[in-house]
């Protein structure tokens, strides 16, 4: 069965622009998470979508957003970048929101580099 | 205070013996506890997931979680160098969110 599938793996970007990320999660799997990992900060909660409605949303800017489509894959979209936002964007799916089945499996990332 | 810790680390141990890693968490409402191992440059990868109090076991590995102490650990029996890794732990509330903790950076010395 396919893992996690993040598209694309690296992403080089100049300060100001947009971008957006993409996430393919497990099928059969209905919950898609997003974090932001940075060597100084670790691995950050940015939102989590379950059935295209975001369930939760972590300590990130209104830049940061996101949405879920009815085939349970995601995008994340980051607006007017900064050199802060370079960070490996990690994304997750897993089967439930509680209870069983809350076990996420992660996605090979995407590297991000604001220039 | 964090809503999840761990110790930073670096923690080393010689090959074959025990690595314990320790996480605390403040929220009680926290159900769903997860122990993630990511090696420099790749993703966490899922390595056990624990619900009950008491310990669970699989391979050399074993989780132990207290509620009432809002405790989980992790236990790595004979440590082979190929286990240095960093270990996040992982905490999931009923609420759906999941809080990672900053990790152990852990080094299995030949």
């Known amino acids: 069965k396919a893992g996690v599938t993040q598209t694309p793996r690296y992403l080089i970007k100049t300060r100001g622009q947009q971008v957006t990320l993409s996430c393919s999660p497990i099928?059969?799997?209905?919950?898609v998470s997003w974090y932001q990992q940075t060597p100084g900060q670790g691995l950050q909660f940015l939102f989590e979508?379950?059935?295209?409605?975001?369930?939760n949303k972590g300590n990130f800017p209104g830049r940061f957003s996101g949405r879920q489509f009815s085939n349970s894959r995601s995008e994340m979209n980051v607006s007017t970048l900064e050199l802060g936002d370079s960070a490996l964007y990690l994304c997750?799916?897993?089967?439930?929101?509680?209870?069983?089945?809350?076990?996420?499996?992660f996605g090979q990332g995407t590297r991000l580099t604001v220039v | 205070q964090k809503e999840v810790e761990q110790n930073s680390g670096p923690l080393s141990v010689p090959e074959g013996a025990i690595a314990s890693l320790n996480c605390t968490y403040s929220?009680?409402?926290?159900?769903?506890f997860f122990w993630y191992r990511q090696y420099s440059g790749k993703s966490p990868e899922l390595i056990m997931f624990?619900?009950?109090?008491g310990d669970k076991e699989d391979g050399r590995f074993t989780a132990q979680l207290n509620k009432a102490s809002q405790y989980v650990s992790l236990l790595i029996r004979d440590s082979q160098p190929s286990d240095s890794a960093t270990y996040l732990c992982a905490v999931h509330t009923n609420a759906g969110k999941s809080t990672f903790g900053d990790g152990t950076t852990l080094t299995v010395k030949p």
């Open positions: 997750a799916s897993s089967l439930a929101v509680g209870g069983d089945g809350t076990e996420a499996f």
């Open positions: 929220d009680r409402g926290s159900q769903s």
């Open positions: 099928s059969g799997h209905r919950s």
């Open positions: 624990i619900y009950s109090n």
């Open positions: 979508y379950f059935s295209e409605t975001q369930r």
